[in-house]
């Protein structure tokens, strides 16, 4: 049995490629597409509601939808602490409501996020660049405003990150401690950089978006799993064991009796000067 899906910002762009994705979907079925003139009723013709619009609209749109009983995925940037405090507390009043929010779409992004919370345990010293197209209206990114959050939460037992001359305006806007800088430019899809900073030393950790296809696996992922959630859960890395994946990474020492890995074929550089005939 498949589950019907309403998209309210179908004809966004993430709002349109999540209807394409549903559509070829043996799981889902698009029952509404609804734009900024849609009747709000719209969307209880389905179970699954996905919110794809604007921050403006995106709270009044995901209360009706939890209000008149339904799952609903979020993929609308702006959505603060505050906001989801809130929800959480609405959302407790219905013991079968769900709600996901997902400030990005991508694994990969998601990846470089939980890396940088790693990195964040060893450097006191940590800043964010994100980059998007000129069309995207909100800044800072949903993306930055979840990582800078949890690389303070990281940080829980050291205390926020060092960032001097905050007071400047040219410092960028800080969040969680952690000073987020926004370029809005043509050209480019999405790119985040976490900048941490030591002696001696810097560590950026790097992940661009080239195409909206990278979001299909995380798409895909939140609308199976909102199907089942109850309450309310923030972040595709939720719905990813990221933990087990960290886990079974090899970076502890390397027992004693295993054999070291001894690479005898040239390095790329000799193989290279040696391969002309």
């Known amino acids: 049995m498949t589950t019907s899906v309403a998209v309210v910002g179908a004809s966004g762009r993430l709002g349109s490629f999540t209807c394409s994705l549903i559509e070829a979907s043996s799981e889902f079925s698009l029952v ?59 959302v407790a009043e219905q013991p079968e409501a769900g709600v996901v929010i997902i400030p990005n779409f991508s694994l990969g992004s998601v990846l470089a996020t939980a890396l940088a919370t790693v990195a964040a345990r060893f450097f006191d010293a940590a800043e964010i660049v994100e980059t998007h197209g000129a069309r995207k209206v909100d800044s800072p990114s949903g993306t930055a405003v979840r990582t800078a959050e949890l690389l303070l939460r990281a940080r829980a037992e050291l205390g926020p990150v060092q960032a001097p001359h905050t007071d400047q ?81 090899p970076l502890a020492e390397r027992p004693v009796d295993e054999q070291p890995v001894v690479d005898r074929a040239p390095s790329g550089q000799a193989a290279a000067a040696t391969s002309i005939p």
């Open 169 to 249: 305006r040219a410092r960028g806007q800080q969040v969680a401690s952690v000073p987020v800088h926004s370029l809005r430019l043509p050209g480019v899809e999405a790119r985040q950089e976490v900048v941490f900073g030591g002696t001696g030393e810097t560590v950026t950790i790097r992940h661009d978006t080239t195409s909206q296809a990278s979001y299909e696996q995380g798409v895909l992922r939140a609308l199976d799993a909102v199907r089942t959630t109850t309450g309310v859960v923030v972040g595709l890395d939720a719905l990813l064991d990221l933990r087990a994946a960290f886990d079974a990474a």
């Open 32 to 90: 509404a597409r609804l734009g900024s003139r849609s009747d709000p009723a719209e969307m209880l013709e389905a179970d699954v509601v996905v919110d794809m619009t604007v921050p403006a609209v995106s709270q009044q749109i995901v209360d009706f939808a939890v209000a008149n009983g339904r799952k609903v995925l979020v993929g609308t940037s702006g959505w603060t602490g505050d906001r989801i405090a809130a929800l959480r507390r609405s």
